[in-house]
């Protein structure tokens, strides 16, 4: 008995002092990884696509973290194709990744390589995007999904005056011609950014304070799939020819994602709203966002755009690989959430990062002072 509490003890103080000089040895681990360094790790990070700004920092910076920690990392774009990315994930998985952290294009399509995961023992990561349909997620990191939507649509309201410290009670009553888009319904916070934006805006929609003009507002009208710009371009172009052909203008837009911003801030361009110098042009209605991607946030400083919602990159990247680390140690990350995210198979454990909201005189606070973008790339429009 003493002999195996004395075993017991030296083990402890082994793994302390392995964990200590930054080896990954501590614990015995789900991933059956836990006596290896982190230098013999490796893990799969999978990403949507290269197309948009935020996956691309998403990327880099949870590359960097975990390289920073001493693993070695495989970080794959999948071209918003959902065969490449399962195809990417099956690799990793044969190639011996110890952990996957995975941000799904479409978030039921990848229940048989989880299911490879788990018959290897790997920890799988659904990163901002949940993995739905599977038993085999093991930790969920992301935004506080929901409150985004709540973000966005009070950032509407604010836009137009309807909810607005600096204006007066009862100045800006509308009513208000808007017009709701929704993400892409394969991807779970799609559905959590319109419930959102619903829940503060289906009241003034029902007292008549906004009129969906179109008439559009159920998700499955509004949504955009693969969340592509040119898709809520040409959505956009058909509000416009469809329900505002009469002299109704539009007041405002409720836009999930920043590229699906600039496809409708380029539809009402085209169809004459703008900058209101120029005699006989409309004023450029509200339109929010989200990413503060810097081609929006260059927007939203012009005067074009009104606001997005901040997610910052680096602190997801930071809890992806917080929880990375955890499960390679053998430990269970840590959640601040057990309860929302149910994919269909099971509540997967979650740690939700608080948002926030960005309009022009936030621009400097938020994003340039913390580092996110410089001054110069705010002014550019570019990255770099
Ligand atoms: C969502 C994500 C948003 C936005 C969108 C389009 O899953 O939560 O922040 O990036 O995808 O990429």
């Known amino acids: 008995m003493s002999k195996k509490l004395g075993l017991t003890a030296a083990g402890a103080v082994l793994a302390l002092s392995l964990a200590a000089c930054g080896g990954e040895g501590a614990g015995s681990g789900s991933s059956g990884s836990s006596d290896k360094a982190a230098e013999d790790l490796s ?12 996956w691309i920092a998403d990327g880099n910076a949870v590359k960097k973290q975990l390289e920073k920690e001493g693993y070695t990392v495989d970080l794959q774009y999948a071209n918003d194709d959902i065969p490449t990315q399962t195809q990417q994930v099956d690799q990793m998985i044969t190639q011996g990744a ?27 990561i659904s990163y901002d995007r949940l993995i739905r349909d599977s038993e085999n997620v093991d930790f969920y990191v992301s935004f506080d999904n929901f409150a985004v939507g709540v973000a966005q649509a009070n950032a509407l309201l604010t836009g ?21 888009f929704a993400g892409s319904l394969d991807d779970n916070n799609a559905h959590f950014f319109f ?10 929609i029902d007292d008549g304070t906004l009129v969906v003009t179109s008439g559009q507002t159920k998700i499955d009208q509004v949504a955009t799939l693969r969340w592509q710009q040119e898709t809520a371009q040409k959505r956009m172009e058909d509000l416009l020819t469809g329900s505002y052909n009469d002299g109704t203008l539009v007041d405002g837009v409720l836009s999930p ?3 699906l ?12 709203y703008g900058p209101t110098t120029e005699g006989g042009a409309q004023p450029m209605p509200i339109v929010t966002g989200q990413d503060a991607e810097i081609a929006s946030v260059k927007l939203i400083d012009d005067g074009v755009q009104s606001s997005t919602i901040f997610k910052d990159t680096r ?25 929302t995210y149910d994919n269909g198979k099971k509540v997967v454990p979650s740690y939700l990062l608080p948002v926030q909201t960005v309009f022009k005189d936030d621009i400097q606070s938020v994003l340039v002072d913390s580092g996110y973008w410089t001054a110069e790339e705010v002014t550019s429009g570019q990255a770099g």
Do not use: C, H, W
């Open 98 to 124: 110890d952990a996957l952290i995975v941000a799904a294009i479409d978030g039921t399509a990848l229940s048989s390589q989880l299911q490879s995961a788990a018959d290897a023992d790997i920890p799988v």
């Open 315 to 339: 602190l997801l990247a930071e809890q992806a690989v917080i929880a990375a680390k955890a499960f390679l140690s053998g430990d269970q990350p840590e959640a601040n959430d057990t309860e």
């Open 195 to 204: 419930d959102g934006a619903m829940s503060v805006l289906q009241p003034l």
């Open 160 to 180: 137009l005056g309807v909810k607005n410290d600096d204006v007066p009670e009862g100045t800006e009553t509308g009513p208000f011609n808007v017009e709701l």
């Open 43 to 54: 893990i799969g990070v999978s990403m949507p696509t290269q197309t948009s700004e935020r």
């Open 261 to 272: 911003s600039r496809g409708i801030i380029t539809a009402l361009q085209n169809a004459g």
């Open 257 to 259: 994602y920043d590229g």
